[in-house]
């Protein structure tokens, strides 16, 4: 099954993708300067990332944690 039409795998893509553009953006900020255009995608969810950090670290946990014993 797609990770579109199953909610639970879109939400682990989804915060897998946030975490994976932040941790880019971190160590190769010249990769994601420009906010515009396909990389400004990047960027928002590298900004994403940023910003809301202990929320997002509480989503992979709590993701992870689901994963495991569900």
Same mark, same amino acid.
């Given at each position: 099954?797609?990770?579109?039409?199953?909610?639970?795998?879109? +939400?682990?893509?989804? +915060?897998?993708?946030?975490?994976?553009?932040?941790?880019?953006?971190?160590?190769?900020?010249?990769?994601?300067?420009?906010?515009?255009?396909?990389?400004?995608?990047?960027?928002?969810?590298?900004?994403? =990332?940023?910003? +809301?950090?202990?929320?997002?670290?509480?989503?992979?946990?709590?993701? =992870?944690?689901?994963?495991?014993?569900?």
């Amino acid at each position: 099954m797609s990770a579109l039409f199953n909610f639970h795998s879109f +939400l682990t893509v989804v +915060l897998l993708w946030i975490c994976t553009c932040t941790y880019v953006k971190m160590h190769f900020p010249a990769l994601l300067e420009q906010r515009t255009g396909f990389r400004g995608f990047f960027w928002k969810a590298a900004r994403i =990332g940023e910003r +809301l950090s202990p929320w997002m670290a509480v989503g992979c946990l709590t993701m =992870g944690v689901s994963i495991i014993f569900f």
